[in-house]
């Protein structure tokens, strides 16, 4: 996700950018911040889906920052627009705009975290990732790319979509602990842990995933295993259909405001 921050207050902006990184590290989410300090320079370099998101302040020097709403409308109407300012006045300019919410200053971490939780409700997903310690180093591992993780004694031997593979000092409970409970990982043996998203089939009691790969599954849990990975992707296949029915706009368009 690419955020724009459109504020004349340095200060401002250096809040806002710690906030909104804060919070990408509590949901182990990337988000690139793009900071500009008047209306101008922000118009200068915004372009058509350029930015997920813009929380622009209403009052800066040069062009308001209702004035570089509207202009923005003009070249992007789906962008979702986030006004802050230190006053109410301006409200109904504001969502004339059709602005997803409107902060006050001086606003609370809560409500920066609240927004932007709501935001990421009304985007596409955002790949997660968690940091594994392997062979001394540290390694950012986007979920999307982790195919199996086994245990090994103390270890776990984590393979990646491209063929890598890590070994990290961790127990699976640790690990599922470490991507949230994610749903597409699903325990298939004692120590065998898989992504449902690159499960090819289920063969002869293993399971079998698209690199070739084959697990043995836990056998008197074969039939549950097995339903698992298709609930998993039943519900994949919902979410999308959500999306595609009109979560991607931003609500206050939805409304009709």
């Known amino acids: 996700m690419k955020i724009a921050l459109v504020d004349d207050e340095q200060k401002c902006l250096d809040e806002m950018a710690g906030l909104i990184n804060d919070f990408a590290t509590r949901r182990c989410c990337q988000i690139e911040i ?58 109904p300019d504001a969502f004339s705009c059709h602005a997803f919410e409107y902060i006050t200053k001086p606003f609370s971490p809560q409500r920066i975290f609240q927004v932007l939780t ?16 392997s062979g001394r180093k540290t390694v950012q591992v986007f979920l999307d790319e982790v195919a199996s993780v086994a245990t090994d004694a103390h270890y776990l031997d984590i393979a990646l979509t491209d063929g890598e593979k890590l070994r990290c000092r961790m127990t699976m409970a640790e690990f599922v602990e470490l991507t949230d409970r994610d749903s597409r990982f699903l325990p298939i043996n004692k120590g065998i842990t898989i992504n449902a998203d690159y499960i090819l089939e289920f063969e002869d009691n293993c399971c079998i995933l698209e690199n070739g790969t084959q697990f043995p599954i836990r056998v008197r849990d074969r039939l549950q295993i097995e339903q698992a990975a298709r609930n998993y992707h039943f519900r994949k296949i919902r979410e999308r259909q959500a999306h595609f029915a009109g979560h991607s706009v931003p609500k206050n368009i939805r409304k009709g405001d």
């Open 34 to 91: 793009v900071p500009f300090l008047n209306g101008e320079a922000f118009l200068e370099s915004f372009e058509d889906g350029g930015f997920s998101a813009v929380f622009m302040d209403i009052y800066m020097d040069g062009i308001d920052g209702v004035a570089a709403a509207l202009k923005m409308r003009g070249l992007d109407n789906k962008c979702i627009l986030v006004f802050l300012t230190s006053s109410t006045d301006f409200m």
């Open 118 to 133: 709501d935001i990421l409700e009304v985007l596409p997903p955002l790949q997660k990732y968690i940091n594994i310690t």
